[in-house]
C-alpha cells in the first residue's frame, strides 16, 4: 500500500523569493499546513546546475512551450514563436540567467500529497493568475507580457515539483541521500494515527 506519509516534494525559492525577504513566511506556509521539512540548503547555483534541473523529464520542454504557447492564447494574444520546442529553447536561456543570478535556498518537503499541496500553495507559474492566498498571488505582481518586453523570465518566487516522479528525480538532483533526514515529528500523529487515543491524559 501507498505510505501517503513519505511523499516527499522539491521546493527551491528563487533569487527573486530571498531578495524579498520572504524566506521565513514561505516556509511557514508549506509549514503551517502539516508538511515536515526533511532537507534544507543555501547555494548560488551554476547555470549547467539549472539546465540539468528543467531537463530532467524530456517532456519539459515540449510541455513548457505549449503551456506557454496555451497562455497567450487564452489571453487572446498571439504568441512571439509558434514552435513549443524554440519557445522553450529561449526559455532555458532565460531560466540560466534568473537561478542562477543569487543564492537560492533548496528543500525537500514530505508528507501526505506533497506534491499537490505544495503546488496548490504556492499558485499558477504567471503570478497575474495566481490565485489570491497563494504563494505567487499573495507576494508577487509580475505576468508574461511583462517578462517578454523585458526578455527575461517570469519571476515567481519559487519551483516546486510538477509530480511525484519529477520530485524524485529533481531530489537527486539537488540534495545527496545523505543530505535529507528521516525523523519523526510530534504532530504527525494528530495528522496521521487512525485514532485521537494519545491526547487525553
Ligand atoms: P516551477 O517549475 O518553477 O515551479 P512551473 O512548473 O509553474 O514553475 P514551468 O512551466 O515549469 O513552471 O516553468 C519553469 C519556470 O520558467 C517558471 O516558474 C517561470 O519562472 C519560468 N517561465 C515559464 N514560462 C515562462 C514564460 N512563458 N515566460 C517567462 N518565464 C517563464
Ligand atoms: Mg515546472
Redesign the pocket.
Given at each position: 500500500m501507498k505510505n501517503f506519509k513519505k511523499e516527499r516534494t522539491l521546493v527551491i525559492i528563487?533569487p527573486d523569493g530571498l531578495q524579498r525577504s520572504l524566506v521565513g513566511e514561505i516556509i511557514t506556509r508549506y509549514e503551517r499546513i502539516g508538511l515536515k521539512l526533511v532537507g534544507l540548503k543555501m547555494m548560488v547555483p551554476s547555470a549547467e546546475m539549472i539546465e540539468k534541473h528543467?531537463t530532467l523529464d524530456p517532456e519539459?520542454v515540449r510541455?513548457?512551450g505549449e503551456?506557454?504557447i496555451k497562455?497567450y492564447k487564452d489571453k487572446g494574444m498571439k504568441p512571439p514563436i509558434e514552435d513549443p520546442l524554440q519557445?522553450t529553447k529561449l526559455?532555458l536561456e532565460?531560466?540560466k540567467k534568473?537561478m542562477a543570478s543569487g543564492p537560492v535556498i533548496a528543500m525537500v518537503w514530505q508528507g501526505a500529497h506533497a506534491v499537490q499541496i505544495v503546488r496548490k500553495i504556492?499558485g499558477?507559474?504567471e503570478p497575474l493568475m495566481s490565485d489570491v492566498g497563494t504563494i505567487r498571488g499573495d507576494f508577487v505582481l509580475d505576468s508574461?507580457e511583462m517578462?517578454?518586453i523585458d526578455e527575461?523570465?517570469?519571476?515567481?518566487l519559487?519551483?516546486?515539483s510538477?509530480s511525484v516522479k519529477e520530485a524524485e528525480d529533481e531530489i537527486k538532483h539537488w540534495f545527496r541521500e545523505e543530505e535529507i533526514i528521516n525523523y519523526r515529528l510530534i504532530q504527525e500523529q494528530i495528522l496521521y494515527d487512525v485514532n485521537l487515543d494519545g491526547i487525553l491524559e
Amino acid at each position: 500500500m501507498k505510505n501517503f506519509k513519505k511523499e516527499r516534494t522539491l521546493v527551491i525559492i528563487k533569487p527573486d523569493g530571498l531578495q524579498r525577504s520572504l524566506v521565513g513566511e514561505i516556509i511557514t506556509r508549506y509549514e503551517r499546513i502539516g508538511l515536515k521539512l526533511v532537507g534544507l540548503k543555501m547555494m548560488v547555483p551554476s547555470a549547467e546546475m539549472i539546465e540539468k534541473h528543467y531537463t530532467l523529464d524530456p517532456e519539459w520542454v515540449r510541455i513548457t512551450g505549449e503551456k506557454t504557447i496555451k497562455g497567450y492564447k487564452d489571453k487572446g494574444m498571439k504568441p512571439p514563436i509558434e514552435d513549443p520546442l524554440q519557445v522553450t529553447k529561449l526559455l532555458l536561456e532565460r531560466l540560466k540567467k534568473y537561478m542562477a543570478s543569487g543564492p537560492v535556498i533548496a528543500m525537500v518537503w514530505q508528507g501526505a500529497h506533497a506534491v499537490q499541496i505544495v503546488r496548490k500553495i504556492t499558485g499558477k507559474t504567471e503570478p497575474l493568475m495566481s490565485d489570491v492566498g497563494t504563494i505567487r498571488g499573495d507576494f508577487v505582481l509580475d505576468s508574461y507580457e511583462m517578462s517578454d518586453i523585458d526578455e527575461r523570465c517570469i519571476r515567481n518566487l519559487i519551483h516546486s515539483s510538477g509530480s511525484v516522479k519529477e520530485a524524485e528525480d529533481e531530489i537527486k538532483h539537488w540534495f545527496r541521500e545523505e543530505e535529507i533526514i528521516n525523523y519523526r515529528l510530534i504532530q504527525e500523529q494528530i495528522l496521521y494515527d487512525v485514532n485521537l487515543d494519545g491526547i487525553l491524559e
